[in-house]
Structures are given as C-alpha cells and as structure tokens.
C-alpha cells in the first residue's frame, strides 16, 4: 500500500546476538527514518538517513547503528541485543517535498523478539 | 515530561458517539502536526495533517491551537472500524528532522 517494505517480518534472537533488518522505501522517497516500538507505547525515533549520510538521531545507543544505499534502500542493525531490544522497527520513508508537510509512511515493520 | 502528550485512554465509546483525543506538545518550535491511526500490531498510517486552520475530513476534525501548543482531533457518529490507536505526531521543523509521536490514546467503538 504505502510503497514502504520490510524484512523480515518476525524474528528471534538470543541476547547477547546481531540482527539487521531491511527496507526499502516508497519510490522517489529519499529519507528514510527508522523506528522502534513497544508493546502500548508510541514509535520512539532511532535515527534518520538522507541521501546515505545519518541526518539526526534519537536517543539510542552505539549499538544501534544503519546504513542507506545508492537506491535509498536503508539498514539497521542492532548488536549485543538486549531483553529490552523487544518490539516492532519501524522503518518510514519521506520525500524532500515541502509541500507535503513531511508526511512519512510507513512499512509494516519487523518484529523482534529476543529471548 | 514528554515532549508529546496524548489522552491516556482507552476510551470505550457506543456506536454512533462523537468523541475527542486531546493532545499537547511542548516544544513551540514545532512545525507540522498529525493524527496518525495504528490498528491492533500494524503500522501506524496517516489518518490526516493538521493545520493552523483547523480541518475536517468526512467525520473526522482537527484542530490546532499554536499558542495553547494544543491538539485535537473530534470523530462523530463512531463506527465499528474506528477502533484502533490513535497517535498525535508534531515534526519540530522543516529540515528532515525527527518526527515526534505521542503514546497514542486507545479507541474501541462498541456495538
């Protein structure tokens, strides 16, 4: 619907483990933003990315990292995981039009369970 | 405090029910404001943009007020498929910067 995928849907890791998850964004969108989500709270911003460079970031530690390439297709991977690294990563593309008021769609996200 | 604030809900409203979300934000710098509407372990998706004018959408209405930081969003004659959690988002600027999101206020219409 929104142009917005991600990979994969679910998954489950060990504490102590790696995991990168995938997006692609909606075409013509060149920012991508990514998300994090716990049960009965609100997405909390981990970081934003612009033309493949890290265009502001939230709260988050080191260990929560990314990457955007050339087709502005993004990345996140989050080391040493964490019981609390539990929830749904929301990936959201935006495209640099002014007029839209920097609507963001997102993709269905990826749930991560760790265990 | 949050720099986004919601209702905290749930709220459990009959068909047929007019109901309002409230939401506040601290930051004044803020730009551009949203209701965005997440049901039950979806993504959260755009419900509608709010401006300094207010703006109505088929049942739905918001509203802004920049000097009280105040927003709202008024639904009338509440169907069975608006139940769901209802998220107000305030992006700071206009550099693509970080969008704001509050808890989010949880909605269930009952029959």
């Known amino acids: 619907e929104t142009g917005v995928t991600q990979s994969p849907t679910h998954l489950i890791k060990t504490r102590g483990q790696q995991v990168t998850l995938r997006c692609s964004s909606q075409?013509?969108?060149?920012?991508v933003s990514w998300y994090q989500q716990a049960l009965g709270q609100g997405p909390q911003f981990i970081f934003q990315?612009?033309?493949?460079?890290?265009?502001g970031r939230g709260n988050f530690p080191p260990r929560f990292s990314g990457l955007q390439f050339p087709n502005y297709s993004s990345e996140l991977n989050v080391n040493a995981l964490e019981l609390d690294d539990s929830a749904l990563y929301l990936c959201?593309?935006?495209?640099?039009?002014?007029?839209?008021?920097?609507?963001?769609?997102f993709g269905e996200g990826s749930w991560l369970t760790v265990v | 405090r949050k720099e986004v604030e919601q209702d905290p809900g749930p709220f459990n409203v009959p068909e047929g029910a007019t109901v309002a979300f409230n939401c506040t934000y601290s930051?004044?710098?803020?730009?551009?404001f949203f209701w965005y509407r997440q049901d039950c372990r979806k993504e959260p998706k755009l419900l509608m943009s709010?401006?300094?004018s207010g703006n109505e959408d088929g049942r739905f209405t918001a509203q802004l007020n920049r000097a009280s930081q105040y927003i709202s969003l008024l639904i009338r004659d509440s169907k069975l498929s608006d139940s769901a959690t209802y998220l107000c988002?305030?992006?700071?600027?206009?550099?693509?910067?970080?969008?704001?999101f509050g808890p989010g206020t949880s909605l269930s219409v009952i029959p």
């Open positions: 959201a593309s935006s495209s640099e039009d002014r007029r839209r008021g920097n609507t963001i769609y």
């Open positions: 930051n004044s710098a803020s730009q551009s």
């Open positions: 990315y612009y033309r493949e460079e890290e265009n």
């Open positions: 988002v305030v992006n700071r600027g206009t550099s693509y910067d970080k969008v704001i």
């Open positions: 709010v401006y300094s």
């Open positions: 075409s013509g969108h060149n920012t």
